[in-house]
């Protein structure tokens, strides 16, 4: 009944507020919180799931606050309206916090589009005209504000780091456009290949790696890895096709046409300004509204799916539900009668089959991935100081057939790899690992996800870590490389690694080509050309190689200018070794390392007054260093 209903909502808005909480606590700095960035993201791990978390109970927080109140000319002053009102305020300060675009922008036109039901619907002119008044000032704010912002993106003032988050955020709105329309070309294009029944659930990486666009390397690697196309409804053309799209939407439209035709039944039924009835299936409707808009931003996240099923419970209660003569909610329906009786299963037996399920389902799907995850993170730790026992325990951890274990075979294979340039490693030990990572990758790629590039690019990396001690190794990684440009025929860093494999088999010319063809893909992209001049470089061509290094600055940033620096220096080029350190230190002032060699090279050129001034500039940063270095230098003439 309406009285149940209530209580489940203030329970959930408690839980928002605690969520919020947390969230608002990570800006404290304390351990125990999670750590968080600038825009909150509490227990959610994204700020935009915390953001439609926060933005589904402002209206939950709405409706419950109408339907406690007959009329907005008769609002009680109790405690709930109080807790209401608190937890509606408190949740748009999160969204706001959380700083996601799309839910903010949603937010506000779903409160503009509330404003405007409102002045249609209120009969007293004072009303009316209070509403219309505060509404086009809402409207003139919000649409100037905006545009006022676009105009003042690169203005110190917003860019002091003093202005309020959501304010950048919202004068950045077509910022990172290619970042989001890219993975929606990606999309189309899956699409267009599977039009009917698409590509199946959870495999838009597969479309995305096969139509992979090269400029996405400018992003950065992090970046170049995509499981969704940051859009519900594209996610759904592509992995669902159309039959799956057209019940998504004929879904929210059922919806939509429940709630309005019942808020066409109590307006008729009902003669009133403000009653509880009306205001409430209003704000339901925007309620949906808006999520379904902020969806094609972004994509369904567990935390506000949860808030989203909540709803619509809700929305079959009200829709459902008839008015009595006092405005009470009384749900009336009643089981369609039947001539066809339906012999009822023995309650006792159905529920000790019940108990028995759940009791293996919990076993099997929590507690032991649970108990094998545990093992993984002990395999962690211990691997740091042991690897060889640190492999023992990822043995076990692996032994049973858990959904956990792709994600430690991938910690697995970065615990080994992170091992090849650690002091004093038995070779015998690290070879076990490489061998123990590969044999579990080979489990992600030829049985459990074939067609997954990252897998692969993975499992050629790692035979590559071993190639020194097998030709078996070499000729694994040439495989598996082969295997990864099969599937996705333009990513960059298959062949950065393909050509490094050339090199190492003495094939240096086919190596050259590789590296130039990562460069045709998107001349672009600076990483390809410092990957091609590390390749002229490693083939014997300095000239080329360095003119690639300088063009690409790949990183601009001191340790890219730095390593430039050492290659100069190694062709004995002391003074433009000594430029190029000059430029990482406008990035680093303090760089220690680029300190040191700008140093190190005056004193190859016999410049005696250019390194002690270095020496002077190096002892006001780090006084130790500068005169370790300085007893270097004069036993090392």
Known sequence: NGQDWKKLIYS????????????LGQKTGLNFFLKGDIRLSATLGNPIFLGTYAMLHTFLAGFLFFRNNKSLQKIKINWQNIFIIFCLLFNSIIVLLAASRSVTIFLFISLFLFLFYVILSSKPRKIKLFFVIFFSFLVVLFVGGILFLQTQKDAPWLNSGESPIFIIRLSRLMSDSEQRIIPWEIAWQGFKEKPVLGWGWENYNLIFNKYYQPQILHWGEGETWFDRSHNQL??????????????????YGSIFVLLIRKLRKVK????YSFARDSIPLAILVLMFLAYFLQNLTVFDTPAPLIVFYFSLALVYFVTAEDADSDGQQLNKLQAPSSKFQVKQFPPPILIFLVIIFLLISVYKF???????????????TVSTINLGEGLTIFKESLSKPVFTNSEVRLQLAKTVGEQQNKSGIDNRVFQEGLDLAIFEMKKNTTDEHPLDVRYWLYLGQFYSLGMRFSDE????????????????????????ELAKLRIFQ????????????AVALDPTVAQSRHNLGLIYLAIGKTTEGLSELEASYYGKDASSLIYIAKVLAASQDYQKAIS????????DSKNLEALGLRIIYYYKLGDKENTAKSLNELKSVNPA?????????????
Do not use: H, W
């Not at 190794?473 to 950065?496: C, M, N």
């Open 234 to 251: 594209i996610d759904l053309l592509s992995l669902a096709g159309v039959f799956g799209t057209l019940a998504y939407l004929l879904f």
């Open 580 to 587: 190029f350190c000059g430029q990482a230190l406008g990035y």
């Open 506 to 517: 003495g094939r240096k010319e086919d190596a050259l080509d590789i590296a130039k063809q």
């Open 473 to 496: 190794y070499t000729k694994g990684a040439d495989e598996a490389f082969q295997r990864a440009l099969i599937l996705s025929p333009t990513r960059q860093q298959i062949y950065f």
């Open 625 to 637: 260093d500068a005169n370790s270095l300085q007893e270097f230098l004069k036993t090392n003439p």
């Open 12 to 23: 959930t808005l408690v839980s928002s507020f605690l969520v919020g909480l947390y969230g």
């Open 268 to 271: 008729n039924k009902i003669d």
């Open 366 to 380: 929590n507690l032991e991935p649970f108990q094998q995850s545990r093992l993984a993170v002990k395999a962690l």
